[in-house]
């Protein structure tokens, strides 16, 4: 658990309150209490990374999401079509992470997360042609996504502010 901001917490107040009133209702104390706090749960431990690298690692995945795999964008569709849209996006999510985990780090530097998501991306096509096919061709599809990412989602080296690797 880690506290909150106080402005964080007075815009969580805020918000809430709007919603309860406009439901007829009232917060109670102890929900504003525990509008004050982040609760992250992970297998992580604790020696490994600080509460505030914990955050700020969630909320650069919360962003890559909104911007790169357009998360939070919906258009103005029946209901069924937007939650296949979002329900393939989700997919997607899940299966990106465990595509390019074994070639994060290679010899020649370090995968570009926004670059590896728009490699993934182009595979979007083939990987629906997979589905159709109930799986078959998947491994060969992912061992092209894993050849891709290296040639064209590497990070570029700067040399003024080099990256963490």
Same mark, same amino acid.
């Given at each position: 658990? %880690?506290?909150?901001?106080?402005?964080?917490?007075?815009? +969580?107040?805020?918000?809430?309150? /709007?919603? !309860?009133?406009?439901?007829?209702?009232?917060?109670? %104390?102890? &929900?504003?209490?525990?509008?004050?706090?982040?609760?992250?749960?992970?297998?992580?431990?604790?020696?490994?990374?600080?509460?505030?690298?914990?955050?700020? $690692?969630? #909320?650069?995945?919360?962003?890559?999401?909104?911007?790169?795999?357009?998360?939070? #964008?919906?258009?103005? &569709?029946? /209901?069924?079509?937007?939650?296949?849209?979002?329900?393939?996006? /989700?997919? *997607?999510?899940?299966?990106?992470? +465990? =595509?390019?985990?074994?070639?994060?780090?290679?010899?020649? *530097? #370090?995968?570009?997360?926004?670059?590896?998501?728009?490699?993934?991306?182009?595979? !979007?096509?083939?990987?629906?042609?997979?589905? @159709?096919? @109930? *799986?078959? *061709?998947?491994? $060969?599809?992912?061992? @092209?996504?894993?050849?891709?990412?290296?040639?064209?989602?590497?990070? !570029?080296? +700067? +040399?003024? =502010?080099?990256?963490?690797?």
């Amino acid at each position: 658990m %880690q506290p909150l901001r106080s402005s964080v917490v007075a815009d +969580r107040w805020r918000k809430a309150k /709007l919603n !309860t009133k406009r439901r007829g209702k009232s917060c109670s %104390q102890r &929900y504003l209490d525990l509008l004050a706090w982040a609760l992250f749960i992970t297998n992580v431990p604790s020696a490994w990374l600080s509460p505030q690298q914990i955050m700020w $690692h969630v #909320e650069l995945i919360f962003k890559l999401w909104k911007s790169q795999a357009c998360l939070d #964008e919906v258009g103005y &569709y029946r /209901l069924a079509r937007i939650l296949c849209q979002f329900y393939s996006r /989700l997919f *997607g999510l899940i299966l990106f992470p +465990r =595509s390019v985990a074994p070639c994060r780090t290679i010899p020649d *530097g #370090e995968i570009s997360l926004p670059k590896a998501i728009a490699v993934f991306q182009r595979f !979007t096509l083939r990987f629906m042609d997979v589905m @159709r096919l @109930r *799986g078959r *061709g998947l491994a $060969h599809l992912l061992q @092209r996504v894993d050849d891709d990412f290296p040639c064209f989602a590497v990070k !570029t080296s +700067r +040399r003024k =502010s080099p990256s963490t690797l």
